[in-house]
């Protein structure tokens, strides 16, 4: 297949970490919140099996942060997402899907309560920061809304913890899974949080001071060479088996959460006030047209850049393939797809036309593994 660069700009900026990468070896980018995000280091096979049995390093600095602070800091937060805050405690992450007055998603963050009038909403790759400014100045409430900077690094894989505790020390295996709590490293303290878009294991490091952070990048490196470290980034094959959903490809603005399987971040019978509560109710009692599962096909290979239609045996259009990959652990092509009802089914069978052949597969769950 062609490629093709991408342009730097002011308006697809590099990140800290882009000199460190690019003599590292990346092999190609997207585009991430107007940030560069590297999308490959040589084979994408070859990175899966290193993932899942040692350590990376990933440049993840396009997942960017809203950081929205005053007194009606959590009343905003709450408004923008269906998951129930009211409980939330300092130090910890939750993920939260995002929504608009129609239940449709705008984005599915990591939210990290600082302080209860302080809050980073760590995002995937849509404009968080103008619709949360866009509700505080309708509702006319007291907060400053802005984009840190920060700029993240996640270190995953299985060795990940043993070389985070080489440089932190004990106190960051005490960390659960999403806690974050600040650690120092050359003078310089850290925000650091168990959690990452992997399912190998590892922690994401939120990097204010550029400087403090690169000689952290460095030093991860040198550290890491018992442990066979090598520079990565988010996986697509290992996120497809993992179920990892990724806005803008397996999920958008079109869908609503009990579609995408959700449901355990919907409280809809909580006193909370937040926007789409409605709707939501009266897809609940309705019941969902639609739902998100897995599909196999027995194939080798696949390179998809938009959706495909999924057919019946008769060609009725049943469902849309939004994401795949060919799998090494399962020996065959899996995707995520929105399915129609009834033909969610686990074993439905599906067809699927590409570059002029008829494939036929079949649902299942979410997630392959």
Request: with cysteine; proline share 3%.
């Amino acid at each position: 297949m062609k490629t093709y660069s991408i342009a730097k700009s002011r308006r697809v900026r590099s990140t800290p970490y882009t000199s460190r990468i690019e003599k590292q070896g990346v092999t190609s980018y997207t585009v991430y919140n107007h940030m560069l995000l590297p999308a490959a280091f040589g084979s994408l096979e070859d990175s899966y099996h290193h993932l899942k049995e040692y350590v990376q390093i990933w440049d993840v600095a396009g997942e960017r942060q809203v950081e929205i602070s005053g007194v009606d800091a959590a009343k905003l937060v709450q408004l923008m997402t269906c998951r129930d805050l009211s409980k939330s405690k300092n130090g910890r992450c939750y993920y939260c899907p995002l929504i608009d007055d129609q239940a449709g998603l705008i984005n599915d963050p990591v939210v990290l309560r600082i302080s209860e009038d302080r809050w980073w909403i760590s995002i995937a790759d849509s404009d968080v920061i103008l619709y949360a400014k866009g509700l505080a100045i309708g509702n006319k409430f007291n907060v400053k809304i802005t984009e840190p900077n920060v700029d993240i690094m996640a270190i995953q894989g299985p060795k990940s913890f043993k070389l985070m505790e080489d440089i932190f020390g004990e106190k960051i295996k005490q960390l659960k899974f999403f806690g974050f709590d600040y650690f120092e490293f050359g003078g310089d303290k850290h925000l650091i949080a168990q959690s990452g878009w992997s399912k190998q294991g590892g922690y994401e490091i939120y990097v204010e001071n550029t400087s403090s952070g690169l000689k952290l990048y460095d030093y991860l490196f040198e550290k890491g060479k018992q442990y066979n470290v090598k520079p990565g980034c988010p996986n697509l094959i290992e996120r497809i088996e993992s179920g990892l959903l990724s806005y803008g490809n397996d999920i958008d603005n079109g869908d609503n959460p009990y579609e995408c399987g959700f449901d355990k971040y919907v409280n809809i019978d909580s006193d909370v006030e937040f926007l789409g509560k409605e709707k939501l109710k009266k897809i609940k009692s309705e019941g969902i047209k639609r739902k998100l599962m897995g599909v196999e096909f027995d194939m080798k290979e696949i390179s998809l850049s938009g959706s495909l239609n999924l057919m019946d045996e008769k060609g009725h259009i049943i469902g849309e393939l939004r994401s795949a990959c060919f799998s090494p652990f399962f020996k065959k092509v899996i995707g995520i797809a929105m399915m129609k009802k009834p033909f969610w089914e686990v074993s439905q069978t599906v067809n699927i036309k590409i570059n002029g052949n008829n494939l036929t597969g079949k649902v299942c769950d979410l997630p392959f593994i």
